[in-house]
Structure formats: structure tokens, C-alpha cells
Nanobody, 125 residues
Framework: VQLQASGGGLVQAGGSLRLSCAAS????????MAWFRQAPGKEREFAAA????????IYADSVKGRFTISRDNAKNMVYLQMNSLKLDDTAVYYC???????????????????WGQGTLVTVSS
């Protein structure tokens, strides 16, 4: 499975961005999907995940209520709608996927077998 993330850019605090992740080489409907992010000088951290059927989503506390993860299995796409962006949201955002894992493992980076190249989101004041 290959993943291609896009949609990053420069946005002012309080603004919105929508990230996209296109998958190829596999059928996403059997895969759990997630977005992770890595800020400069920090460890990679979990942002959001969605189960293979799309019925269950989980979010990091830092993005809950502001970010929404969604997927379109027919198009092999996953999205991250980011609203009310803050300076602390500045990071490289990575999409990741893996065959179905336990619910408790969705937020763990080591659960994911395939990663995209990342897209940079910069939030300015």
C-alpha cells in the first residue's frame, strides 16, 4: 500500500485546512486509517484515527472538537478537516494505514504498517 498526503500549507491561527491522503496498491475498506503529526523537535504524536468501516473515530485530546477524520472507501481516500487551528498545530502531518487492529491500538504509531510522506502544516499568528 502506498499513501500520498496532500493539502498542507500556511494558514493563520483560527483558520482551517483539509488534508487528504490517497491510497494505492490496496483496498482501503479493510484497513484502519490514522493521521499522526510531528512538530519540530518533538516526537511523532497521534492526532486522529478511523476504523475500516468508518463507524468509529478517535481523537487526541489536543484536537478533539476541532479536527474531523473521514474516509471515502470507494475513492481510497482519507481526510482530516482541521478547524480553529492553533500555533501548536504546526507540524508535518502523516497518514498511516494498517489492516484491522484492536480499538485500543488505533492511537499507537507502531500499529501501522504503511505511512505516507507527510505534508507540512504551518499555523501563523
Amino acid at each position: 500500500v502506498q499513501l500520498q498526503a496532500s493539502g498542507g500549507g500556511l494558514v493563520q491561527a483560527g483558520g482551517s485546512l483539509r488534508l487528504s491522503c490517497a491510497a494505492s496498491g490496496g483496498t482501503l475498506r479493510d484497513y484502519d486509517m490514522a493521521w499522526f503529526r510531528q512538530a519540530p523537535g518533538k516526537e511523532r504524536e497521534f492526532a486522529a484515527a478511523i476504523r475500516y468501516r468508518g463507524g468509529t473515530t478517535i481523537y487526541a485530546d489536543s484536537v478533539k472538537g476541532r479536527f474531523t477524520i473521514s474516509r471515502d472507501n470507494a475513492k481510497n481516500m482519507v481526510y482530516l478537516q482541521m478547524n480553529s487551528l492553533k500555533l501548536d498545530d504546526t507540524a508535518v502531518y502523516y497518514c498511516a494505514t494498517t489492516p484491522r487492529v484492536a480499538l485500543l491500538a488505533l492511537g499507537v504509531a507502531s500499529s501501522y504498517d504503511y505511512w505516507g510522506q507527510g505534508t507540512l502544516v504551518t499555523v501563523s499568528s
